[in-house]
């Protein structure tokens, strides 16, 4: 490998790292800021638990952004993933149709490895740091340990490779991720209840749902859908807002 060659690379993969450490910053930053007004002293006493979690989520933003800045130079230099940027290069319904495969499938990805991560040996080694989040707050979005970060972080960088996805599709689908990340930490439910409880709403994970997990541990384990959960016997509801907060 000739040595502008892997300049161009470390560059690509110290700019990526910087974008996703500052997609956290603004995204967590943003709910947290909204948590304070709508929720004033929500996220009193938990300074210290904060300073965790933003240490831990930038410490998962390289372990996101090296492999996803090496594969953006490899797109770029080499046509690399199957990623494509003229909507008509497949059919237009794949666009939205893409998406739903991406998240569908991540979900899975996510709901197998985080039963995994709830063996007692392996939590104990990896997942517990997650989970020291107790309320978590919306800086615990990317709040894990390098093992857990590179196991969640690293399929939608294997995904390009398999599933094919418009560029602008892929940053739609980084985005959702983005937001529900946070949004599910928030310790309170940001969207309308009757989204929430609605048919849809039965099918999909907010905060309501996420929170529990952080309570109760051995149950929703999901990401974006409950259908694992439900699917397997793992889905204990949503989280009883009231009686945490007046706890
Ligand atoms: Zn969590
Ligand atoms: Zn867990």
């Not at 110290?14 to 002293?41: C, H, N």
């Not at 997942?127 to 939608?156: C, D, K, Q, Y």
């Amino acid at each position: 490998m000739t040595s502008p060659t892997l300049a161009a690379l470390l560059l690509s993969a110290l700019a990526m790292t910087a974008i996703v450490a500052v997609r956290y910053v603004a995204a967590s930053g943003l709910f947290a800021w909204l948590t304070q007004r709508r929720l004033p002293g929500h996220y009193a006493g938990l300074d210290a638990q904060i300073r965790r979690e933003i240490g831990w989520s930038l410490a998962s933003a390289a372990i996101y952004g090296v492999p996803a800045g090496i594969i953006a130079w490899g797109w770029q230099q080499h046509g690399w993933t199957r990623i494509y940027a003229d909507p008509h290069a497949w059919p237009l319904w794949w666009m939205p149709a893409s998406v739903l495969v991406y998240l569908f499938a991540h979900d899975t990805w996510f709901y197998w490895t985080h039963r995994w991560m709830h063996r007692p040996r392996v939590f104990r080694a990896v997942h517990a740091i997650h989970h020291a989040s107790r309320p978590p707050t919306a800086w615990a979005a990317m709040n894990f340990h390098p093992i857990e970060a590179a196991v969640v972080g690293l399929f939608i960088p294997a995904l390009v490779f398999v599933v094919p996805i418009q560029a602008g599709m892929l940053a739609v689908v980084l985005m959702i991720m983005t937001v529900m990340g946070v949004t599910n930490h928030m310790g309170w439910e940001i969207f309308p209840a009757w989204l929430v409880h609605s048919r849809a709403g039965n099918w999909l994970i907010t905060a309501s749902h996420h929170h529990q997990h952080h309570e109760r541990y051995r149950c929703n384990y999901g990401l974006y859908f409950r259908v694992w959960d439900r699917l397997c016997g793992t889905d204990a509801g949503l989280a009883a807002w009231q009686r945490r907060r007046s706890a």
